[in-house]
């Protein structure tokens, strides 16, 4: 549907180049951290001949989640644009980077796509911009049906973010149309943005870079919608919500402290019956008895 009827993403080459750029990252990322986990288990006695990196390969590699780079690089193909593939191969590096480097308590504080987007952006200049997803009235309705039925199916329940940051949005710009006197054709007109709902559905509904609690949820999509708004009023900053929601990512941990709710997680944190816990919280295999 994107090369035939609208701009709706960018070309294959772009999107393999951020593939390229996202999956390095995540497979150096989760290198890093295996060997970083073997380290504090070396230092704690707690390291065994059946330990995962003696697998070879296969341990290196534990817990490669290739998922979450190919989202931030199908975001990556969609919402940003270039002159040249190193753009996007740079942007896919460093979002996924980022979720490895810049972290609190566990969850990394800045949105991938979004953080890889506004740093490429602002080194780029006018080389590298941020698309308006301006993909007429069809396309639009199918990426709104697509992003609500991926969020109510999902299994991270953020819609009421999505939703959140949508109707604080919608407030912002008839509010300003009313305020001015302005026709609502101009609101809705904004309104009808494709890139809008890629953010409001597969960006800021990010579990792990944004709050636990469903209050502090609405509290931050409130903020990002409201900081878009003059943004792109007062600067005319095309992709002001990517900017917003990465200058506002260090509320999240704030909100997190004041609003404490249990935290989101992929997968289950129940470990095969062969596994311990340590004193100090983490998991390890029992010892592997090697006989002569």
């Not at 710009?173 to 943005?193: E, T």
């Not at 903020?223 to 600067?235: D, G, M, P, Q, R």
Request: glycine share 8%.
């Amino acid at each position: 549907m994107s090369l035939t009827t609208s701009d709706f993403g960018a070309q294959p080459l772009a999107l393999i180049a951020a593939i390229s750029g996202a999956m390095l990252a995540q497979a150096a990322g989760t290198v890093w951290v295996n060997a970083r986990k073997e380290a504090r288990r070396a230092e704690s006695g707690s390291y065994w001949r059946g330990s995962p990196l003696v697998a070879g390969i296969v341990g290196w590699f534990a817990g490669f989640q290739w998922k979450s780079a190919l989202i931030t690089s199908l975001s990556l193909s969609i919402l940003l644009r270039a002159n040249s593939l190193w753009f996007w191969l740079a942007a896919g590096m460093i979002g996924v980077s980022a979720k490895f480097l810049i972290r609190y308590r566990g969850k990394h504080i800045f949105n991938p796509a979004c953080i890889g987007i506004v740093v490429v952006s602002l080194l780029g200049g006018s080389a590298a911009w941020v698309s308006p997803g301006q993909w007429g009235q069809a396309p639009l309705f199918a990426a709104f049906a697509i992003g609500f039925a991926a969020l109510v199916l999902s299994s991270a329940k953020r819609l009421d973010i999505a939703l959140g940051f949508l109707a604080g949005f919608a407030v912002m710009l008839f509010g300003r149309a009313l305020y001015l006197g302005d026709p609502m054709a101009i609101p809705i007109h904004q309104l009808q943005s494709g890139a809008l709902l890629v953010f409001a559905f597969f960006m800021i509904t990010d579990p792990r870079s944004t709050p636990d609690s469903r209050l502090a949820r609405l509290i931050f999509a409130f903020a990002v919608a409201a900081f878009a708004a003059w943004l792109s009023w007062e600067y005319h900053i095309r992709g002001a919500m990517l900017y917003a929601l990465a200058s506002l990512a260090l509320l999240s941990p704030i909100l997190d402290r004041l609003l404490p709710a249990s935290r989101f997680e992929w997968t289950s944190t129940k470990g095969p019956r062969n596994e311990l816990k340590t004193p100090r919280g983490g998991v390890r295999p029992r010892p592997h008895i090697v006989r002569a």
